[in-house]
């Protein structure tokens, strides 16, 4: 038997028992005639001690073993002298009697600690041995957890779980796909799912009722530290529902990770929050409603006054950062600096202090002290306040920008607590958005999702107004989930396809399948998925997603342990009928 116990599970309790024990060898430590050794597995640390006096020729061997050696280990369970209450097992050591090395290892080209000196590609390199630190692997127990529980949640609920096919076709709307060559159909290509969405509309169609699926999905996107090429949702649908329904089971959802994984009861029901409210009172259809600092609309307070750029502006809105007032001229510059980045893109930063004597502001010349008191007014700002002001030509874009400038004040001011998590829905999305580099509509969530029944009439007249009958879940800042009510009627899609410029032929090609299977009797459905990878670094607090995923791949979509994507050899290439041009 290699082990009658794991290192995480001895206690006080457990004095004089003969155990055995096995794992790695983390830290060796020489103090007189004695050597200590804390033995690591995934289940905790537990120190074991050899002494020179008892057993000179033992202490030698244990003398001789090096950073993650994998040892076996016989000894008796003893009371430590020198107790620690960090460690569960801190209370107990083992008198080690019997030494094997199961194997040796080779130095470590990194420290196995939660502070490890390794960075991040020496890491990526050795995946396998960043994950034997606990906080990546506590990511993935909790990500373990989470599907444990999302699985019992939904099967409680009825739902099953169906597998969709990894190769299918490529569908150019959306992001770009990853594609597959054929051997057996030379010239022709599947391409892996940016999710599952067909098929799930078609196991509805089927009759399934309630669907999920806990699934990859691939998507060829430029990267950043929140995405990866390939991903996992919590793919889901359901048949003969509306908004309201899909909306309370999913909080439901949410709720039950909530209370199963971190002990947090959210007894009351979830923000709701239109689009166009999250746009106006936060610059983001994902607010982070963790703090207040709303967007505030200045057009009636400062435009007419002689100020050219607010004259002009198509929007002027501002925030009120409390107590900021006292913010220094270089703080000022910087915050300046941030909105003219080239990502943000305003074109400077307006600021109006708030102290004893009244309102200073950068702009003091245009405006009379009734003015800026009105300015004062708008946000109830009170002595001590620092008022910071945006305009631009585009009302949305300069809503953005605002929003970005209120994050990045909430990050500074340390407002936004990781683990204070505050939950919303954003509704009432725009079905369509318009795309001026192209010159066309594009659908905001994607071309299944049905319109408000009300706005149908204004695809003629209006379609910029028309609304989706679409939402997305947002915790803390972060779009943890998002879906739509989808179209069920095969002469609406093929409108909705036409609007967004697919030829009849090119929508046939494409989607032909599903417009065929909505004329054998398709229910009316809706569903969400939820980012899984996003979800648990919410819950485990921390920035990256890469954090929480087993074997992740860098910012340039490459896997560094594997060495993926790499070329493949000519005999490869002509059986699948491919030539590489260079
Ligand atoms: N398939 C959608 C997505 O990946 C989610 C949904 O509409 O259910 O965003």
């Not at 502006?313 to 007032?325: E, F, T």
């Not at 054998?520 to 809706?526: L, S, T």
Request: hydrophobic share 40%.
């Amino acid at each position: 038997m290699f082990r009658t116990h794991t290192c995480g599970e001895l206690r006080i309790a457990d004095l004089k028992r003969t155990v055995t024990l096995a794992g790695w060898v983390q830290r060796i430590r020489r103090m007189g005639g004695m050597t200590f050794i804390d033995l690591r597995d995934r289940y905790g640390l537990t120190q074991l001690v050899f002494n020179q006096e008892i057993d000179a020729v033992l202490c030698e061997e244990a003398n001789h073993l090096g950073r993650e050696y994998v040892i076996r280990t016989i000894g008796t369970v003893a009371e430590r002298s020198n107790k620690n209450p960090h460690l569960p097992t801190g209370d107990i050591e083992i008198i080690v009697s019997e030494l094997t090395v199961l194997n040796v290892s080779a130095t470590p080209p990194f420290t196995i600690e939660d502070d490890t000196d390794g960075g991040d590609d020496i890491r990526m390199q050795y995946r396998y041995i960043d994950l034997r630190r606990n906080a990546v692997r506590a990511n993935l127990e909790l990500r373990h957890k989470m599907t444990i529980e999302v699985r019992r949640y939904l099967d409680g609920q009825g739902f099953l779980e169906v597998e969709t096919p990894v190769l299918i076709k490529s569908t150019p709307e959306g992001a770009r796909d990853f594609v597959v060559p054929s051997r057996m159909n030379p010239g022709q290509f599947y391409a892996l799912p940016q999710s599952p969405q067909t098929f799930k509309q078609l196991l509805m169609v089927a009759g399934f009722d309630r669907y999920f699926q806990i699934v990859k999905c691939f998507r060829d996107e430029d990267l950043r530290a929140d995405r990866q090429p390939e991903f996992t949702q919590i793919d889901c649908e359901m048949s003969f529902v509306e908004q309201e329904d899909v909306l309370q089971l999913f909080e439901g959802m949410s709720k039950h990770l909530f209370r199963t994984l971190k002990g947090i009861d959210m007894q009351e029901p979830f923000v709701r929050m239109t689009w166009h409210d999250a746009m106006k009172r936060y610059g983001s259809d994902k607010p982070d409603i963790r703090f207040d600092m709303q967007l505030v609309e200045l057009m009636d307070v400062l435009k007419g006054h002689g100020f050219s750029l607010f004259d002009e502006a198509a929007y002027i809105g501002g925030i009120c950062v409390k107590g900021a007032a006292a913010f220094t001229r270089k703080q000022l510059d910087e915050l300046t600096d941030f909105v003219k980045r080239p990502q943000i893109g305003a074109k400077g930063l307006v600021y109006a202090r708030i102290d004893d004597d009244g309102v200073k502001s950068s702009v003091d010349k245009f405006y009379t002290q009734e003015t800026l008191g009105l300015l004062k007014a708008a946000f109830r700002a009170q002595t001590g306040d620092l008022i910071l002001i945006l305009c631009g030509d585009n009302v949305n874009r300069t809503r953005k920008q605002l929003g970005e400038l209120r994050l990045e004040l909430a990050n500074r001011l340390r407002l936004r607590d990781k683990e204070h998590f505050a939950c919303l829905w954003v509704v009432d999305f725009p079905l369509f958005e318009w795309d001026s580099d192209t010159q066309r509509f594009y659908a905001i969530h994607h071309p299944f999702t049905s319109p408000k029944p009300e706005d149908i009439a204004l695809l003629d007249t209006d379609p910029a107004q028309v609304r989706a009958n679409a939402y997305d879940m947002v915790i803390n800042g972060v779009e943890v989930g998002g879906g739509s009510i989808r179209i069920h009627d095969s002469a609406l899609q093929r409108r909705i396809f036409q609007f967004l410029g697919f030829s009849e032929e090119k929508a046939e090609e494409q989607f032909g399948f599903l417009i065929n299977a909505f004329r054998f009797g398709a229910p009316p459905h809706g569903g969400l998925a939820y980012g899984l990878d996003r979800l648990v670094s919410l819950f485990a607090g921390v920035d990256s997603i890469r954090d929480c995923i087993a074997f992740p791949k860098n910012n340039m979509g490459r896997d560094v342990m594997i060495d993926a994507p790499s070329r493949i050899d000519d005999v490869q290439l002509d059986e699948l009928s491919l030539t590489i041009s260079e």
